[in-house]
């Protein structure tokens, strides 16, 4: 079983849909989780950090659920440029050390 | 502006062939880190760096040597490529180990026939 899993999709979406993703970890004792966003061929950036109280950031929101060990993240009023591959990232003692452990990520495609 | 540098961005070599990627920050981070990135299988550390002269492996680490004699530049170095090394390599830098915020550099595509 991977330590962070993420459906692959892709999902497709029209323009100003409302898209939900989950993500699910496997180590209880994770301490921090992310969002990061990467375009093809690019290297990963910082969409949002994740808090156990959610978060919010424009048009994206983040949750944590702890005790079901998934983080979601809801992207409403979707548009082109959000297309992309959404990556779950957590940090978590891992053989002896903490380290962030990245799932495979989730495609999105928003289309017009 | 901040940035985490990494060189060459393409590279094609035959197996056998010692190369070097190189990689730097600017922004007077301790930690750094290298991953690579294949289909299916995510980003997985090789190799990390708490700070100057100390460096541990990650997942990856069988292939690849690194070194950390500066804190701004952390090289991922490999002695013998094999075609299994071919893949997309990310070089990273944090303030601390799983910091929020970890920068990427623009990332290495290495293909090794």
């Known amino acids: 079983r991977k330590e962070v899993e993420q459906d692959p999709g892709p999902f497709n979406v029209p323009e100003g849909a409302t898209v939900a993703f989950n993500c699910t970890y496997s180590n209880s004792a994770s301490q921090s989780f992310f969002w990061y966003r990467q375009d093809c061929r690019k290297e990963p950036k910082l969409l949002m950090s994740?808090?156990?109280s959610g978060n919010e950031d424009g048009r994206f929101t983040a949750q944590l659920n702890r005790a079901s060990q998934y983080i979601s993240l809801l992207i409403r009023d979707s548009k082109l440029s959000d297309s992309a591959t959404y990556l779950c990232?957590?940090?978590?003692?891992?053989?002896?050390?903490?380290?962030?452990?990245f799932g495979s990520g989730t495609r999105l495609q928003v289309q017009p | 502006e901040a940035q985490v540098t990494q060189n060459p961005r393409y590279l094609i070599t035959v197996t056998g062939k010692k190369l070097t990627v190189t990689c730097s920050q600017n922004m007077n981070h301790e930690y750094m880190s290298w991953y690579r990135q294949d289909p299916g299988l995510g980003l997985r550390q090789i190799y990390y760096s708490m700070n100057v002269e100390v460096t541990d492996k990650g997942d990856v680490p069988e292939g690849y040597k690194v070194s950390r004699k500066e804190k701004r530049n952390f090289p991922l170095i490999l002695e013998s490529p094999s075609p299994n090394q071919t893949s997309l390599y990310f070089c990273a830098s944090s303030l601390t180990q799983g910091a929020v915020g970890a920068f990427f550099g623009q990332g290495t595509r290495l293909t090794v026939v």
């Open positions: 994740v808090y156990s």
């Open positions: 990232v957590v940090n978590m003692f891992n053989t002896g050390r903490r380290a962030l452990t």
